[in-house]
């Protein structure tokens, strides 16, 4: 079946330290991207990349980082500098910039 | 101004009556408007999409766009308990190549 499969569903970060999100599609999309939803909030983009070997900053990049070095791979990495990374993180892809964005699960990240 | 902007809600309404729910988006380039339905703890998943001004009507749910206006709406006919859930409205920017979200509008229907 295709779809979006993000991994871990949950992960607990300790203070300073960096941790990895997985992001995996089997679509065949070129567009992907990672949003970040605090609780009673909407969604905040944080990168998108638009083909392999490109990404973009979104709104609030700061604190974290992406690559894209395979079509079906976006992972994105929550640094120390993020300070209140705790939220819960989506990951989507798309065909392309005007057509809709299909989500991952979701992964729950708290800082311990 | 916010890009996309949204009723917070929560928006009650009782069961089987119509739900309808706004945006107003403020880039005059956008091309692509999209729905998506968000139950508490689960992701967005999309419910309709419009491209050209007018009405667009999938089952219980219709979508409308004025692109003059700079404004989308859904309308949810017949509410049943389960559409209780946020809905987010999402143009696109097709210049900057990605999809912004609006915060969403809580609906709650009551039976």
């Known amino acids: 079946d295709g779809g979006i499969t993000q991994s871990p569903k949950y992960l607990f970060r300790k203070e300073g330290q960096n941790v990895t999100l997985s992001c995996e599609q089997n679509?065949?999309?070129?567009?992907m991207y990672w949003y970040r939803q605090d609780p009673g909030q909407g969604l905040r983009l944080i990168y998108y990349?638009?083909?392999?070997?490109?990404?973009q900053k979104g709104d609030i990049a700061e604190g974290y980082s992406v690559s894209r070095e395979k079509k079906e791979s976006f992972p994105l990495t929550v640094t120390s500098a993020q300070k209140n990374p705790t939220a819960f993180y989506l990951c989507?892809?798309?065909?392309?910039?005007?057509?809709?964005?299909?989500f991952g699960q979701g992964t729950r990240l708290t800082v311990v | 101004q916010k890009e996309v902007e949204q009723n917070s809600g929560p928006l009650s309404v009782p069961e089987g009556a119509i739900a309808s729910l706004n945006c107003t988006y403020s880039?005059?380039?956008?091309?692509?408007f999209f729905w998506y339905r968000q139950y508490s703890g689960k992701s967005p998943e999309l419910i309709m999409f419009?491209?050209?001004?007018g009405d667009k009507e999938d089952g219980r749910f219709t979508a409308q766009l004025n692109k003059a206006s700079q404004y989308v709406s859904l309308l949810i006919r017949d509410s049943q308990p389960s559409d209780s859930a946020t809905y987010l409205c999402?143009?696109?920017?097709?210049?900057?190549?990605?999809?912004?979200f609006g915060s969403g509008t809580r609906l709650s229907i009551r039976p």
């Open positions: 880039d005059r380039g956008s091309q692509s």
């Open positions: 999402a143009p696109t920017r097709g210049w900057a190549s990605k999809i912004i």
């Open positions: 989507a892809s798309s065909y392309d910039r005007n057509t809709e964005a299909f």
């Open positions: 990349s638009q083909i392999v070997n490109d990404f």
């Open positions: 419009i491209y050209s001004n």
């Open positions: 679509l065949n999309h070129d567009a």
